[in-house]
């Protein structure tokens, strides 16, 4: 257990429809970031959050939107789904900006039918 | 910006014989590296890394990397491989003011 905690950990849904996937981070770390891994595209940032505030952008859909709460875990909503975003979301976490590395959860599989 | 490359996406290699996955980076400032591992089904685990100090550094299970600077590389190297080290490996880097970066990955097969 790396002690940071993704639910579902599976999640079968249409196209079309809208899905929220959960991350609590590592007691103590103030930082979150998800990642997008699938087959074509490899592991792909998609946004972090430090302390409820979000750090950095990476290529994160419209469609896609994510927060972090007052008691620092995150909540990651998909909306419009299509198949093409069927694939594996993790979330990690860190201390600060990361220099230590950071901790992944065991992912939640996302697919799309 | 910093950027991350592994030049290999699949290496097969006999069980028992020695390995070498390879890591180049790219950052115009002094860099912390990592080793990521995935094993089939699961999530990232952090393999080892370095942040200062000697640049050898090893892992629990056999595995070490060198950091070197003059070549910008960070290779992955185990002297004898065993089926379960079967993974996929993740170069990442941070000149710890930036996210990590991670690289494309290497897919590590152990032939029996």
């Known amino acids: 257990d790396s002690g940071v905690t993704q639910t579902p950990k599976h999640l079968i849904t249409a196209t079309g429809q809208r899905v929220t996937l959960r991350c609590s981070p590592r007691?103590?770390?103030?930082?979150v970031y998800w990642y997008q891994q699938s087959l074509d595209q490899g592991l792909q940032f998609l946004i972090q959050?430090?302390?409820?505030?979000?750090?950095a952008k990476g290529n994160i859909l419209e469609r896609f939107s994510a927060q972090q709460f007052p008691d620092l875990h995150s909540e990651l909503n998909l909306s419009s789904l299509e198949l093409g975003d069927s694939a594996l979301y993790f979330c990690a976490s860190s201390v600060g900006r990361g220099r230590y590395g950071y901790t992944f959860g065991s992912g939640t599989r996302l697919t799309v039918v | 910006a910093q950027s991350v490359t592994q030049l290999d996406s699949q290496v097969p290699v006999f069980e028992e014989a020695p390995v070498e996955l390879r890591c180049n980076y790219s950052s115009s400032v002094s860099v912390y590296l990592f080793w990521y591992v995935q094993y089939p089904n699961q999530g990232l685990q952090l393999l080892l890394k370095?942040?200062?100090?000697?640049?050898l550094v090893e892992s629990i299970n056999g595995f070490e990397a060198e950091f070197n600077k003059s070549q910008t590389s960070f290779h992955l190297r185990k002297p004898s491989v065993h089926i379960s080290d079967t993974a996929e490996y993740f170069c990442a880097v941070t000149t710890g003011n930036e996210k990590l970066t991670f690289g494309t990955g290497t897919r590590l097969t152990i032939i029996p």
């Open positions: 959050y430090y302390n409820g505030e979000e750090r």
């Open positions: 007691s103590g770390d103030l930082s």
């Open positions: 370095y942040l200062s100090g000697s640049t």
